[in-house]
């Protein structure tokens, strides 16, 4: 019975002090995501307005390596055969620049268009662009 109740003195004993923090490993985990890359780009969205089915339009989308390391482009998915992505640099040390080209192919299609390009690094999350377009079609006749 002595054991039963010393054993629960020691429990009690050790549930009750006050647990402190890791400091090291917390200022570790600060600093890896302080040096985790950050790209910023000039403009997420592009217009290219009234277009004519046919035209092939290209705009370059600009950013920023925000971070202190570098900042590593792995690829530009986009959500439509319509668009062709193209990364200027695959390597953006800290504080250059870099873009992503876009090469947008309207044959086909008609209407109000929004398409997506993700753009996925080594930095938090990835991004997503986007570009808008009305296309003018003659060939494309909607009977209402």
Do not use: W
């Not at 002595?2 to 917390?26: G, M, V």
């Amino acid at each position: 019975m002595n054991r039963i109740i010393l054993l629960a003195l020691i429990i009690l004993q050790f549930s009750c002090t006050e647990k402190r923090p890791n400091i090291k490993n917390a200022e570790k985990i600060e600093n890896i995501i302080s040096n985790i890359p950050k790209i910023e780009f000039d403009e997420e969205m592009h217009d290219f307005g009234l277009i004519k089915a046919g035209e092939i339009l290209t705009y370059s989308f600009q950013f920023t390596n925000r971070g202190e390391t570098d900042l590593i482009i792995n690829k530009a998915e986009t959500d439509c055969g319509c668009i062709e992505a193209t990364i200027g640099k695959i390597t953006i040390p800290s504080g250059e620049r870099g873009f992503i080209e876009i090469k947008f192919n309207s044959a086909g299609l008609f209407g109000k268009q929004l398409k997506t390009i993700e753009v996925q690094s080594n930095s938090k999350e990835p991004k997503h662009l986007i570009i808008f377009a009305e296309v003018e079609n003659e060939q494309i006749e909607i009977k209402n």
